[in-house]
């Protein structure tokens, strides 16, 4: 079953910008939760890039995104976003929600469960 359900990936130019969704489904687990972001490219590890804390509302990034995108929550629709800017071609990837977990500050998935993801293409 899957519990968190990503939307809005698309190909864009680099330069550009793209806006996810990801619902969390009825019966799922939403309040006082770890959502995060994360992406995996063809040969590339599974990278969490955004995360934020749905209780007190504390994000957290990658060093390779900081700056550029911003995590953010809509409580009644239980729903996370991921607002992307000014894309790069190494921002390809496909995305995945996961439910996740913040040791250190490294973004890490807190279960195996994972969503059929959305595919992100910037070129260049």
């Known amino acids: 079953e899957v519990h968190l359900v990503e939307s809005g990936g698309a190909s864009v130019h680099a330069g550009g910008s793209l806006k996810l969704s990801c619902v969390a489904s009825?019966?799922?687990?939403?309040?006082?939760?770890?959502i995060g972001w994360f992406r995996q490219a063809p040969g590339k590890e599974h990278e969490g890039i955004a995360a934020i804390y749905t209780g007190s509302n504390s994000t957290y990034y990658a060093d390779s995104v900081k700056d550029r995108f911003v995590i953010s929550q809509e409580e009644l629709k239980r729903t996370v976003y991921l607002q992307m800017d000014r894309l790069n071609p190494e921002d390809t990837a496909m995305y995945y929600c996961?439910?996740?977990?913040?040791?250190?500050?490294?973004?890490?998935?807190?279960?195996?469960?994972r969503g059929p993801g959305t595919q992100v293409t910037v070129s260049s």
């Open positions: 996961r439910y996740c977990r913040t040791p250190g500050n490294i973004i890490l998935p807190n279960s195996p469960d």
């Open positions: 009825a019966g799922s687990l939403f309040r006082n939760q770890c």
